[in-house]
């Protein structure tokens, strides 16, 4: 563990806290993230990255230290590495890839005044900023399969969202066969294999869908979003980062019109609940 203890005492002093949302401050005496700034980042106890980078800690887990690589900003290389130093087997290719790299965490700290989120190919989402969280609900407050879009749109219906027969119907199909491409991608993942068992039990319009074999990726649609200033109308564009398969899905509105003077109202009025106001993960 000496050369995990190495790379993440690096890694942590080379990271700049304005990177992650956080002042940047005077008198600090580390040039990169205090130990209880990357605790808090990466959802552990400031004593555990103390043993950590001690030496002290063994076998931590692969949810630490994939939360540890999107927290330090790593490459897929230098995660692969902090799996391999700390006797982890490195994530699979046959899985759905879940690691933001550093350029998806950019995109994302810089385009805060519009809705911005970041899902797996599996529509699993995993980052977002806090107007996505104003406009579509706090993520954080669900857990298994309910932070899934998939589970979520065939199984809760719309939320809060809606979209004309076409739109609806397109949306629809799209999210289904873009599931089932990613299923052929990732044949060794078995929480994309249970996600599809348990939707194509729970849901007749998701088993209606998959029987028709098609296999396509979602990209676009519009569609009226129910948020505390009202209704806004919003384009959804779905943009696929190269290699990593994550998928970054903005919402915008028309220059110039009431949707887009309301979303503006909304990052001023609709953030409250969200005092930290840089991107989150889960």
């Known amino acids: 563990m000496d050369e995990f203890a190495n790379v993440l005492r ?16 005077s008198g600090r005496r ?13 959802g552990v106890s400031v004593d555990y990255v103390v043993r950590l980078e001690q030496g002290r800690a063994t076998n931590p887990s692969p949810q630490l230290l994939g939360a540890l690589a999107t927290a330090l900003r790593l ?46 190919a599996a529509h699993d989402i995993i980052l977002w900023n806090p107007l ?23 199984t809760r219906g719309h939320e809060g969202v809606e979209w004309d027969a076409e739109h609806d119907e397109a949306f629809s199909s799209d999210l289904v066969a873009d599931l089932r491409q990613a299923l052929g991608r990732y044949p060794a993942d078995r929480g994309l294999a249970d996600l599809v068992a348990a939707l194509r039990r729970t849901s007749p319009e998701f088993e209606r869908r998959w029987d028709t ?17 009202g209704p806004i109308t919003v384009d959804c564009d ?38 930290d106001r840089g991107a989150r993960t889960v």
């Not at 580390?30 to 990466?42: V, Y």
């Not at 579509?136 to 857990?143: H, I, L, M, N, V």
């Not at 932070?147 to 065939?154: A, E």
């Not at 074999?213 to 200033?229: E, F, L």
Request: charge should be positive; avoid cysteine; aromatic fraction near 4%.
């Open 30 to 42: 580390t040039p990169g993230l205090r130990r209880e700034e990357l605790a808090a980042l990466a």
């Open 213 to 229: 074999g098609r296999v396509a990726q979602h990209r676009t649609s519009r569609k009226v979003v129910h948020t505390p200033v």
């Open 75 to 120: 490459s897929r290389e230098e995660r692969d590495h902090l799996h391999r130093v700390a006797g982890a087997a490195t994530p699979s290719r046959g899985v759905v890839p879940r690691h933001v790299t550093p350029g998806v965490q950019r995109i994302v700290d810089r385009l805060g005044d519009v809705p911005l989120a970041v899902f797996t």
């Open 238 to 275: 779905v943009l696929t980062v190269p290699d990593s398969d994550l998928r970054i899905v903005v919402f915008t509105a028309v220059p110039g019109s009431p949707d887009a003077a309301a979303l503006d109202l909304l990052a001023v009025t609709g953030l409250q609940d969200f005092p």
């Open 132 to 154: 996505w969280a104003a406009i579509d609900g706090d993520p954080t407050r669900r857990t298994g399969p309910e932070q899934n879009l998939v589970w979520r749109h065939f």
């Open 10 to 25: 690096a890694w942590r002093d080379r990271v700049r806290p304005e990177e992650v949302g956080l002042p940047a401050g």
